[in-house]
Each structure stands twice: as structure tokens, then as C-alpha cells.
């Protein structure tokens, strides 16, 4: 299984990026999707996930009405497109897949890819 990541970049505050997370070895569509992220000195923390199947969506309050999550099972690529970016969205963006319907912890997650900086300037 691989999931590569990309999309990152230096943006500034209010724009707008587009991350993908193409997938081998499994079909986005049959798990739970989720992105991570991690700053400097910080945890890693949940922030978005897509449920496997039916493609239900949650968010974590941070990023609300700013950021959303889709999948295109034709490409089995999952996006996060992430909208009135601040300098607090800035960290390394991981993708990640689950058997499980509600994963909002990283230990819930068993593939990983090898994340996209995301860098927001003031």
C-alpha cells in the first residue's frame, strides 16, 4: 500500500490549497480517509476524514467552513481542499486510511503517507 501526498506549498493567509492523496495497493472508496497534520513541537491531530462506503464527512472545529475532504474513486485519489488559510493551518499534511467508520486518532489509522508541508504566511 502507498499513499503519496502532494499538494503543499507557501501560501499566504486567505488562500487557498489544494492537497491529493493518490492511493495503491487498496481502494480509497472501501476505507475511512482521514488527514492529519503536525506542527513543529505538536501532536499530530485529526482534520478531516471521508467514512469508507458512503463517503459521510467530519471535520475538526479548527477547520470548519474552511477546509473539506472528497474522494474521486475513478482517480482513488482523496483531496483536502482547504480554503481562508491562516498562519495556525501551518504544519506537515499526512493522509491516512482506516478500517474503521468514526477514526479521529492517529492510532486509528494503519497506512500512511509521507505528508506535504503546508506553509502559511502572515
Known amino acids: 500500500v502507498q499513499l503519496q501526498a502532494s499538494g503543499g506549498g507557501l501560501v499566504q493567509a486567505g488562500g487557498s490549497l489544494r492537497l491529493s492523496c493518490a492511493a495503491s495497493g487498496l481502494t480509497v472508496s472501501s476505507y475511512t480517509m482521514g488527514w492529519f497534520r503536525q506542527a513543529p513541537g505538536k501532536e499530530r491531530e485529526f482534520v478531516a476524514y471521508t467514512r469508507r462506503s458512503a463517503g459521510s464527512t467530519d471535520y475538526a472545529d479548527s477547520v470548519k467552513g474552511r477546509f473539506t475532504i472528497s474522494r474521486d474513486n475513478a482517480k482513488n485519489t482523496v483531496y483536502l481542499q482547504m480554503d481562508s488559510l491562516k498562519p495556525e493551518d501551518t504544519a506537515v499534511y499526512y493522509c491516512?486510511?482506516?478500517?474503521?467508520?468514526?477514526?479521529?486518532?492517529?492510532?486509528?489509522?494503519?497506512?500512511w503517507g509521507q505528508g506535504t508541508q503546508v506553509t502559511v504566511s502572515s
Open positions: 491516512a486510511s482506516s478500517v474503521y467508520l468514526i477514526a479521529t486518532n492517529p492510532s486509528d489509522y494503519d497506512y
